[in-house]
């Protein structure tokens, strides 16, 4: 079983829907949960981070992080042919400041169509 | 701010030759940068942790003579692609995190990633 667990999609929704986005995962030390959005043939960019349970919004995307769970979501909001890409989930144990290896999902691939 | 640029962006170079990839942090100090690699449709794979003034540290399955890290200062990190063959292909990517303390722990940036292709 992978630590982390993504459906790879594709996952696809007509402009202005409401996505969701999730990971699984299996180990309880995670804290620290990343969402990234990577277009094609660039590196990935950093869209929200969490600490711990609980909701972040910025905009239109809010992370939600349910530690009980182990399971972590993605929403996006009124959605836009540009949020097309994929999405990776990633997750850390600890806190030092950049330097620890982030544990990543496959990544979902999202296309909104017109 | 915390933007880490990669060069170059794409190569093509021919079988049995050596390639080298900069990654800089541009306004922040990175003591530990990352390299993955990602094949299409694919999630990134890490291929080693590079430590400032140290060895790199590589995951299991990479080859370290045949990927070269080389972590020059707190801004510049290198890998290069010795005697690349066709399988080498991929995308590569390498991400680096602030040092200062106003930055979200464990946050990674990435670089834009460099496209090799080996004839």
């Known amino acids: 079983q992978k630590e982390v667990e993504q459906d790879p999609g594709p996952l696809s929704v007509p402009e202005g829907a409401i996505v969701s986005l999730n990971c699984t995962y299996s180990n309880s030390a995670f804290q620290y949960f990343m969402w990234y959005r990577q277009y094609s043939r660039k590196g990935p960019e950093l869209l929200m981070y969490t600490y711990s349970s609980g909701n972040k919004e910025d905009g239109r995307f809010t992370a939600q992080v349910d530690k009980s769970s182990k399971y972590i979501s993605l929403f996006i909001r009124d959605s836009q042919p540009s949020d097309s890409a994929t999405y990776l989930c990633a997750m850390s144990p600890s806190f030092t400041g950049g330097g620890n290896k982030l544990t990543f999902g496959t990544g979902t691939q999202l296309k909104v169509e017109l | 701010g915390a933007v880490v640029s990669q060069h170059p962006s794409w190569v093509i170079c021919k079988s049995g030759t050596s390639v080298k990839i900069e990654c800089r942090s541009l306004d922040f100090q990175a003591t530990t940068m990352f390299w993955y690699r990602q094949f299409p449709k694919q999630s990134l794979m890490l291929m080693a942790t590079s430590n400032e003034g140290s060895k790199a540290t590589y995951e299991q399955g990479v080859e370290k003579d045949k990927f070269l890290i080389n972590h020059a200062s707190l801004t510049l990190s290198t890998l290069t692609v010795t005697s690349a063959h066709p399988e080498d292909s991929s995308f590569y990517i390498c991400?680096?995190?602030?040092?200062?303390?106003?930055?979200?722990?464990?946050?990674?940036?990435f670089g834009p990633g460099t496209r090799l292709t080996v004839l």
């Open positions: 991400s680096a995190g602030p040092r200062t303390s106003g930055a979200p722990a464990d946050t990674q940036y």
